[in-house]
């Protein structure tokens, strides 16, 4: 059967924002308020942010606000991996910061399990499945590569080295030719369910939570700031910014980031045949090793989520509603996914959707300060914010609070990434590296002289 007609029913919605439980939404700012916090934006990254601020300190004041509904973005949007590592990986934390690895990797440990934590203290129900995650090799290039990654995580963590048996055994694909099984950094959740129980707990402990009010510009005023929106004013002795992929307050800092589209695709539920037929009893996250990557899990009610692969990036760092869908990508994810799994054939799609990822080009989170201390801000996520995102909010508090931490002495934290050119040199220039990863992946992994040159800059380009 054609792949493509099992698309034929699918909803151009993301499935994780159509769950009953999603709550309404907050009346929007009016008039002038005033707060010692100002958190904009209400997605993973200004939701911790603003739970966390109350927690070190229950009488700070503090406003929350989101141009559109919690979680409807990136944090409501994304595949609900939520990983340890705060590097995007081991091997671009080794290039990146080898001095610091071992303290990245302890601090990512620590966040992951504070966010196991508050999923309990808090009592959100958002489908948490600490399964960890399985990196799959596809192609014979990618088997060696993992065996040496493997040699360099085992000092990390809890991983084991699977063949080709022992990864089948795990989950049933014929693509599949070995594994590198991270058992404990990645845990498995319902992405928007953690966003609105986030919304609920920051409100609980008396943050102000305001919807579809957008923070049209900031300005200094007196000794703090004015962050001016549709229909009145925020005066904040401070304000943390996470806002990510739109456009950052501040403007020096556009240029580190680009807005990159990803897309996935949700099935129906498994029937208990079907999920006999692909094994995958444990539960765990997936990704391949390509440069072009796929990542998969199973959701709560067995339906499996597959996304990846295409990372486009439209000229001028565009962020348009019109792009959140792209046909001719859901039929090579669908062509991918019954390559993967030949033994579901039949089995339709039920949602299609995409959204724009903040990348930088060092692959992860970096983090600066404004207006004299008094703005502190994180971008650059690259598909890591489900469990960096909490870390980010730690680095921006501390950034806020002026005192040195084990944090923000972190070169990760002291220094930022190259920035992107302009156009229309980031255009042609990220169009050469897809092009160039792409190649790669079809030539065993090597490496054409454009990449080698980006490498030795530091320079790069994912989601």
């Known amino acids: 059967m054609d792949p493509v007609h099992a698309l034929r029913d699918a909803k151009p919605t993301p499935f994780w924002l159509e769950d009953p439980g999603r709550p309404d939404a907050n009346s929007a700012l009016?008039?002038?308020?005033?707060?010692?916090?100002?958190?904009?934006?209400?997605?993973?990254?200004?939701?911790?942010?603003?739970?966390?601020?109350?927690?070190?300190?229950?009488?700070?004041?503090?406003?929350?606000?989101?141009?559109?509904?919690?979680?409807?973005?990136?944090?409501?949007?994304?595949?609900?991996?939520?990983?340890?590592?705060?590097?995007?990986g081991l091997g671009n934390g080794l290039d990146r910061w080898p001095d610091e690895l071992a303290a990245l990797e302890q601090l990512g440990a620590r966040n992951l399990q504070s966010i196991e934590d508050a999923v309990a203290k808090h009592a959100i129900d958002?489908?948490?499945?600490?399964?960890?995650?399985l990196d799959v090799a596809t192609e014979p290039h990618q088997v060696e590569e993992l065996a040496e990654l493997y040699e360099l995580a085992k000092e990390y963590g809890d991983y084991e080295l699977l063949d080709t048996d022992a990864v089948r055994a795990q989950v049933d694909s014929p693509t599949y030719l070995g594994a590198l099984w991270d058992k404990d950094g990645v845990a498995m959740l319902h992405p928007a369910k953690l966003a609105w129980g986030l919304k609920r707990a920051c409100e609980r402990l008396g943050v102000r939570v305001f919807e579809h009010t957008k923070a049209l510009d900031i300005a200094e005023s007196g000794p703090g700031m004015a962050v001016r929106t549709p229909y009145g004013r925020v005066?904040?002795?401070?304000?943390?910014?996470?806002t990510n992929v739109f456009p950052s307050l501040v403007k020096r800092i556009r240029p580190y980031t680009v807005p990159v589209y990803d897309y996935a695709l949700m099935t129906e539920p498994l029937s208990a045949e079907q999920l006999a037929a692909i094994g995958w009893q444990g539960r765990q996250g997936i990704g391949d090793s390509a440069n072009q990557f796929h990542y998969y899990r199973l959701s709560a009610d067995n339906r499996i989520l597959w996304g990846g692969y295409d990372a486009i990036y439209h000229y001028g760092a565009k962020v348009r509603s019109e792009y959140d869908q792209r046909p001719q990508t859901y039929q090579t994810l669908a062509r991918h996914f019954f390559q993967t799994f030949p033994q579901?054939?039949?089995?339709?799609?039920?949602?299609?959707?995409?959204?724009?990822?903040?990348?930088?080009?060092?692959?992860?989170?970096?983090?600066?300060?404004?207006?004299?201390?008094?703005?502190?801000?994180?971008?650059g996520y690259t598909g890591l914010g489900v469990g960096a995102t909490r870390f980010g909010a730690e680095v921006m508090l501390d950034l806020l609070a002026g005192?040195?931490?084990?944090?923000?002495?972190?070169?990760?934290?002291?220094?930022?990434?190259?920035?992107?050119?302009?156009?229309?040199?980031?255009?042609?220039?990220?169009?050469?590296?897809?092009?160039s990863l792409d190649r790669a992946d079809r030539n065993a992994g090597r490496r054409n002289l454009w990449l080698k040159t980006m490498d030795k800059l530091g320079l790069g380009f994912d989601s």
């Open 126 to 133: 958002c489908d948490w499945e600490r399964t960890g995650e």
């Open 235 to 242: 005066l904040a002795r401070q304000v943390a910014l996470g």
């Open 403 to 435: 005192k040195p931490t084990e944090r923000t002495a972190l070169e990760m934290v002291r220094r930022k990434p190259l920035p992107f050119p302009p156009e229309p040199v980031r255009w042609a220039g990220i169009g050469i590296t897809k092009w």
């Open 344 to 379: 579901l054939e039949g089995l339709r799609f039920t949602h299609a959707w995409g959204g724009a990822i903040d990348t930088c080009t060092r692959f992860s989170a970096f983090f600066d300060t404004a207006h004299h201390g008094k703005v502190a801000l994180a971008a």
């Open 30 to 88: 009016t008039g002038d308020v005033r707060c010692d916090l100002l958190v904009v934006g209400g997605g993973y990254s200004g939701l911790w942010t603003a739970l966390i601020a109350k927690e070190r300190d229950p009488g700070r004041d503090v406003v929350l606000i989101e141009a559109e509904q919690t979680g409807w973005a990136a944090s409501g949007r994304n595949g609900g991996f939520c990983a340890a590592s705060l590097t995007h």
